[in-house]
């Protein structure tokens, strides 16, 4: 039996690499990546590497082995068609029998147009009769504290979520409760919704930046068109800040805040604050 991950060199499948590494021998471990090369240092530590593409059906052809747990992290390339692609797992998975196959979804209460692929990947895993666990991740503090920069250069956090508040964690806590299905028992067929313990609104958010940094920060409640505008002009392309201009008009309807605690109970510990990852944020 082997653990298998997808997209294992990306932010969030590199943390339950490390997560397992901890918990099972690394000979147990698959990491499916793109390139090979970006896994060198995985492979180098006994871990055993696939090399897949999404895009590329027939590489998926010998990835798993019956009995496999198996976690799909959730495709990046918008713009290729998501559902599609996590078929291509998901069929492959299922042609080789294998005993579990995790998700990572979005907040079954999402609404943003960001929903949709989740939606669609999980009525595709629901209709295969895999055994399965949908592990529905809520926002992550990296979201925010990976851009600080202009956050400290204008003075400022601008969003378009009002008065919204949110539930957000670190990459790190939602891969450790991965790690906690992928290794235990008892996780067959559920849905996890996943957050942070503590919600925050932005207000909050640059409160907390003004005092890490030692700066003045203000929170500029924008209207969705405005903000779409900002991060186009920033260099983001259309469908991506249609896409987040999106997700924080759920935010200020309340649909990313997550009150469940299945995070905390799946890993054993209290959530991240956004505070922790502030402070690790400016330091780096």
Same mark, same amino acid.
Do not use: C
């Given at each position: ?70 976690? $799909? ?16 797992? $998901? ?8 005993? $579990? ?184």
């Amino acid at each position: 039996m082997s653990i298998v991950v997808t997209g294992a060199t990306g932010h969030l499948g590199r943390h339950v690499i490390e997560g397992l590494l901890e918990k099972v021998p690394a000979d147990q471990v698959v990491a499916v990546v793109r390139s090979e090369e970006k896994a060198a240092d995985l492979a180098a530590r006994g871990v055993r590497i696939a090399v897949a593409d999404y895009n590329a059906p027939e590489t998926f052809d010998s990835v798993f082995s019956a009995g496999d747990r198996v976690l $799909l992290v959730s495709g990046n390339e918008f713009h290729k068609g998501r559902v599609g692609q996590h078929k291509v797992v $998901l069929d492959a998975a299922k042609a080789a029998g294998v005993a $579990l196959f995790a998700y990572t979804s979005a907040p079954g209460t999402l609404t943003a147009a960001l929903a949709d692929d989740h939606r669609g990947t999980e009525a595709a895993i629901l209709e295969s009769g895999v055994t399965y666990t949908l592990l529905r991740n809520g926002w992550y503090n990296e979201n925010y504290t990976e851009n600080l920069a202009p956050v400290l250069e204008h003075g400022a956090v601008v969003q378009a979520a009002g008065e919204g508040r949110i539930s957000t964690a670190s990459r790190a806590d939602y891969a450790a409760a991965a790690v906690a299905v992928l290794t235990g028992e008892g996780h067959e067929n559920t849905t996890y919704e996943l957050g942070g313990d503590t919600a925050f609104g932005f207000a909050e958010y640059a409160a907390v930046v003004a005092e890490a940094s030692g700066k003045e920060i203000a929170y500029n409640a924008v209207p969705a068109e405005t903000y779409k505008g900002i991060l186009t002009g920033a260099g983001l392309p259309a469908p991506v800040a249609e896409m987040l201009a999106g997700v924080d008009q759920s935010i200020e309807k309340g649909e990313l805040t997550v009150g469940t605690g299945d995070l905390s109970r799946l890993t054993g510990r209290p959530t991240t604050p956004i505070a922790e990852s502030v402070a690790v944020a400016l330091k780096g």
